[in-house]
């Protein structure tokens, strides 16, 4: 086998599949191998169609957590073999291994090293051990069950009783759908011969395809490869071959339209979330079986009209729900160009139990449906959005990997035919749709009722639906063609006046031997670095060293979570909505203003060609805050919906804020969790948007840096137009804070009480080692070192769910420098089960002690240097980040003689040459010592 990174063809024969090698072996095994010249990477995926039914509940998601346990020639597992990954330059599971899993389909990837064909071959050996030689024994399979049990916890952290009720609708509603109501039992009570059953029966050769893309040179010997390799496997006893059409897809496509109504399952959490409405919208060009290419480019095509189809309904339901404290919530999941997708669309609608009539607002929603469907688009809209779209197809179209990575997947799961030509046929058909054709289809497909409805009302709420009654409502709503007005929402963030009448003020150049240094003339200093290597992209980041700490003690938490209630509200005249309707023609653009206890800033992040509208933004957002009362109710209820339906990991949260809270001497303010709701609570509106207004309006106190991929002159400019223009009225705030420290504790293991614990039935606990220690120096060499010591110990922590055999699902590793502590920061965080803590917390420490004894492997040591020597050698780049810019300049504010260094040239070639074990271990030592370890659990 070999491997090419110089082959250059046309674009045309990168989109040909003529050298596509597709292969079938008498024992059933498929794969297809397609070479991509031009390419420097390749990829492997290999399928198994391993189709649960309701009694094999997530036995597909524990198998393919067991593939990377013991197997045949992986005897201690494909995690545990970090010298064979070395060896053939790969960075191992996680990063160039990994799986997915679903109720038909599991997915395990592997993505060789191009330059060494023995990579490749050792994918081939793990893709055979999963297709066989698992050993499934009952240590690994009682680990995995324990893991399951932490994903799902995970995963759904605060929204249990959300995920599991839409389970519960959806498995009866879609066949093949499997509810998750009592996972916790299910899992437990998964037989070791059950599992292994499942796997003896769904793992046989014509349950799998192999497929293998990139940049290959002897397809020949790979085939051989192959074959030689699969051959072996036994036949099924059955005739039974890779379904390219599944069952539960004609299964969906036979049913007749259902209407069904579940009581929600409580979870021990309260049902005041209110009633779900679910409607499902069936496709029968989906559901069909291919046959010939012609039928695969149709469903192609109706995957993509179903596609603006649901941006066409999003963009009309708005008008419902683009509203302050809205009174129900409406949601549009396309799931057509889902990977076997079943329903063509989902449409779900949240109303409030106690809402006067359910019926009224359901009414609303299918009236703006009916407008949508009777007015369609104009003409230049219909342009507008074909072009975005026609955009989208020709981007991927031009990434050869890619394109022919989803084409293969969707022949393989979906059974689309291959067809070179099919995206300029496509770009064909959907250049040449005119408006009224379009809008057709819009009568075509949301023209009439949902086929499916699904309804969950809480179990002490008393079913009043009717399924005749509820489709007559939505039939007649959608004939209704009242002309409804809305106001007009403006198309700029400044109009032409606005930003004629602003003068550009003068500058002078500041002495600066790191960075372009200029001080406009209203005191602003503005710091320009140019980087090339962030194509068509620029970020930028204002701060003053002046905080809420600053402010009367009564202001703090209205200082500081005022930048929110401003995003929330807008700016001038517009609020956030119309805000968000002209930025959506702006793709790829950020701007976060901040106040935090020591610092008030603004972040930003856009592409090259939107600089100026963020600029106007940053511009609006500090010198014309919107003033919204309402926008400041809403703000807050959302604070409440944040902990109550949580979108992400509250527990987690709740606990790296605990240990935040114990490390800083002053008051902080959070982001999320539980405290961010307690204290949002404590601002006052008024006070809010004072405190905001006296943060921001001390420009002389800001210093702006900018880097990414910019003309130097036209920065320059648009500076001195938009931060020239804002004002310095404030040169101190001449207020005494009153702050006193809080007391600290010198506890070095501290445990805090889970307050959801009662609530979710978590028994997980939550356990952090953490490690504190001020720099030696600012110096960019200390920087690396210590990003050296957390790859390390992030490398050696991953023993405990491997080597070990923990059953531990979630371990991060964080290291970062903390300005406000004035020191390095270092954190492990995992999550473990209680019978297993003691344990857990025993066998970090002696992998801590181990590193600070020099007991480093060395192959963990090549691992990390390898890695680190592709992250930064020849890219001094890499440490001016503007995260390190930041750093200096606010270390500088601070105090004169204090600066993080930057490397020159050939530096960082020079450092990696003389880095070795010995200073690692010497830097490791120094900085784990014992006064500055802490420990934490929850």
């Not at 409804?484 to 003068?503: A, D, G, R």
């Not at 949260?653 to 959070?670: A, D, G, H, S």
Request: aromatic share 12%; proline share 3%; net charge negative.
């Amino acid at each position: 086998m070999g491997f090419s990174t110089t082959s250059l063809y046309s674009q045309s024969e990168k989109t040909n599949e003529s050298d596509l090698i597709q292969g079938k072996l008498s024992n059933g095994f498929r794969y297809l191998i397609k070479p991509i010249p031009g390419e420097n990477s390749l990829k492997m995926r290999f399928y198994v169609r391993a189709e649960e039914s309701e009694e094999d509940f997530q036995l597909a998601h524990l198998i393919e957590h067991l593939a990377f346990r013991k197997s045949e020639a992986f005897p201690n597992g494909i995690y545990n073999i970090d010298s064979v990954f070395n060896s053939v330059g790969m960075k191992g599971p996680g990063r160039d291994i990994y799986a997915y899993s679903g109720t038909q389909l599991t997915e395990y990837i592997f993505n060789p090293n191009p330059e060494n064909e023995k990579s490749l071959r050792l994918g081939l050996s793990w893709f055979f051990d999963i297709s066989s030689g698992l050993k499934l024994d009952d240590e690994d399979i009682l680990i995995e069950k324990k893991t399951l049990h932490q994903e799902h916890k995970l995963r759904t952290s605060g929204q249990e009783h959300v995920f599991v009720n839409q389970s519960i609708i959806d498995a009866a509603i879609i066949p093949c759908e499997t509810s998750f109501d009592n996972y916790t039992r299910k899992i437990d009570n998964l037989k070791t011969s059950q599992i292994r059953k499942f796997y003896e029966a769904q793992y046989e050769p014509s349950n799998m395809v192999l497929m293998v893309v990139g940049s290959i040179v002897n397809v020949e010997e790979l085939k051989i490869e192959i074959e030689n390799t699969f051959k072996k496997l036994k036949p099924a006893n059955n005739d039974k071959e890779f379904e390219l059409e599944s069952e539960c897809k004609l299964a969906y496509l036979d049913q007749k339209d259902q209407f069904i109504v579940k009581m929600k399952r409580n979870l021990d959490q309260e049902s005041r979330d209110g009633i779900n409405f679910n409607f499902y919208y069936k496709d029968k060009v989906l559901l069909k079986n291919v046959k010939t290419k012609k039928e695969s480019l149709k469903r192609r095509k109706q995957i993509i009209l179903w596609d603006i189809v649901a941006d066409a309904m999003r963009h009309q339901l708005n008008n419902l729900t683009e509203v302050y404290n809205p009174s129900y919530t409406i949601s549009i999941e396309e799931t057509a160009a889902k990977s076997n997708a079943t329903v063509a669309l989902h449409l779900r609608v949240n109303i409030p139990s106690d809402s006067k009539d359910s019926e009224v607002t359901l009414a609303k929603v299918f009236q703006q449906l009916g407008l949508l469907i009777f007015n369609g688009y104009e003409k230049k809209q219909w342009q507008e959005i074909k072009e975005m779209k026609l955009n989208e197809i020709n981007s991927k179209f031009n990434d050869s990997l890619s394109y022919w990575e989803d084409e293969l997947k969707n022949h393989i799961i979906n059974g689309d035919l291959l067809n070179g030509n099919k995206n300029n046929a496509i770009e064909s058909w959907l250049s040449d749709i005119s408006v009224d054709e379009f809008n057709s289809y819009l009568k075509e497909f949301i023209g009439h009722a949902p086929n499916d409805i699904g309804i969950l009302i809480p179990s002490d709420f008393e079913n009043k639906f009717q399924n005749k009654k509820l489709r007559v409502l939505i039939d007649n709503n959608l004939m209704k063609t009242d002309q409804l007005t809305y106001k007009k929402s403006p198309n700029v963030l400044m109009t032409k006046n606005e930003v004629n009448n602003l003068e550009p003020v003068s500058y002078e150049k500041v002495s600066d031997s790191v960075s372009l240094h200029y001080r406009l003339n209203n005191g602003i200093h503005l710091v320009l670095v140019k980087d090339t290597t962030r194509k068509n992209s620029i970020k930028l980041q204002g701060f003053s060293p002046i905080g809420a700490l600053d402010l009367n003690p009564l202001d703090f938490y209205s200082a500081t979570y005022a930048p929110r209630i401003v995003r929330n509200s807008g700016v001038g005249e517009m609020n956030k909505f119309e805000l968000r309707s002209i930025l959506k023609n702006h793709s790829y653009l950020s701007v976060v203003p901040y106040v935090t206890a020591t610092e008030t800033g603004v972040k930003a992040e856009t592409s090259t060609e939107n600089t100026e509208v963020m600029m106007q933004l940053i511009y609006l957002y500090i010198s014309n805050p919107r003033y919204d009362s309402i926008a400041y109710l809403d703000w807050k209820n959302n604070a409440k919906k944040s902990i109550e339906s949580p979108h992400y990991n509250i527990e987690r949260t709740n606990f790296e804020n605990y240990i935040k809270e114990y490390f800083n001497p002053q008051k902080i303010f959070f982001a999320s969790g539980v405290k961010y709701f307690e204290y949002s609570a404590m601002v006052d509106f008024d006070r809010a948007m004072k405190s905001y207004h006296k943060l921001f309006a001390m420009s002389d106190q800001f210093t702006y840096i900018i880097t990414g991929d910019f003309q130097e002159e036209f920065i320059l400019q648009l500076a001195q137009k938009y931060l020239g223009n804002l004002t310095s009225e404030y040169s101190s705030l001449n207020e005494d804070s009153g702050f006193a420290k809080q007391k600290k504790s010198e506890d070095r293991y501290v445990h805090f009480e889970n307050k959801l614990s009662v609530s979710t039935k978590q028994n997980d606990i939550w356990y952090s080692l953490q490690f504190l220690r001020e720099p030696d120096n600012h110096s960019w060499q200390e920087h690396l070192k210590f990003e050296f010591l957390k790859e390390v110990i992030t490398e050696m922590i991953w023993k405990l769910r491997f080597e070990e055999g923990f059953s531990i699902y979630h371990i991060n590793v964080k290291g970062e420098y903390h300005l406000n502590l004035s020191k390095y920061l270092l954190s492990i965080m995992l999550q473990c089960k209680p019978e297993e803590f003691d344990a857990i917390r025993n066998k970090s420490n002696e992998i801590l002690e181990d590193i600070t004894r020099g007991k480093i492997p060395n192959l963990v040591y090549e691992k990390v240097l390898d890695r680190m020597k592709m992250k930064y050698e020849n890219s001094s780049k890499q440490l001016k980040s503007l995260e390190r810019l930041y750093l200096n300049y606010s270390l500088n504010k601070k105090d004169k003689n204090e600066n993080f260094s930057f490397p020159k040239s050939g530096e960082l070639d020079d450092f990696f040459q003389t880095l070795n074990e010995n200073r690692i271990m010497q830097y490791a030592r120094e900085f784990l010592e014992e006064d500055q370890f802490f420990e934490f659990s929850m």
